[in-house]
């Protein structure tokens, strides 16, 4: 597959999950602080991250990885606390907070783009 982009739509957002190719006006306004972390809150918590978080410590729980948790549905519950403090603190420094104060905007002005 083959994708080209005029001149005139070269924007291209990439989430943390994934990149999604947006289509933007060449022209747009970079995103305010407020529309960041916006962004960034509606990433967290999102229920796709849920998931992965509940499957990452289940996964810890049956390999017994940081046995001090223990096991059990207590073992549980604080390995998923841990993942998910772990992972939306690094979400919000890399999508909100970073990018704010050194005035990153999370678009991409690309010339060209092509995917195979």
């Known amino acids: ?48 991250s849920m998931i992965g978080v509940g499957f990452a410590a289940g996964l810890e729980q049956v390999h017994n990885s940081y046995p001090g948790y223990g096991q059990g549905a207590a073992g549980y519950s604080k390995r998923f606390a841990a993942k998910f403090v772990d992972g939306r603190t690094s979400d919000f420094l890399t999508h909100a907070v970073f990018p704010s104060l050194f005035h990153q905007d999370p678009h991409y002005s690309l010339s060209g783009l092509r995917l195979f």
């Open 1 to 48: 597959m083959l994708l080209i982009f005029s001149a005139v739509y070269r924007r291209v957002v990439i989430h943390w999950r994934a990149v999604i190719l947006v289509l933007i006006i060449y022209d747009a306004a970079p995103l305010t602080s407020k529309q960041k972390f916006s962004l960034a809150a509606r990433g967290t918590f999102d229920p796709v």
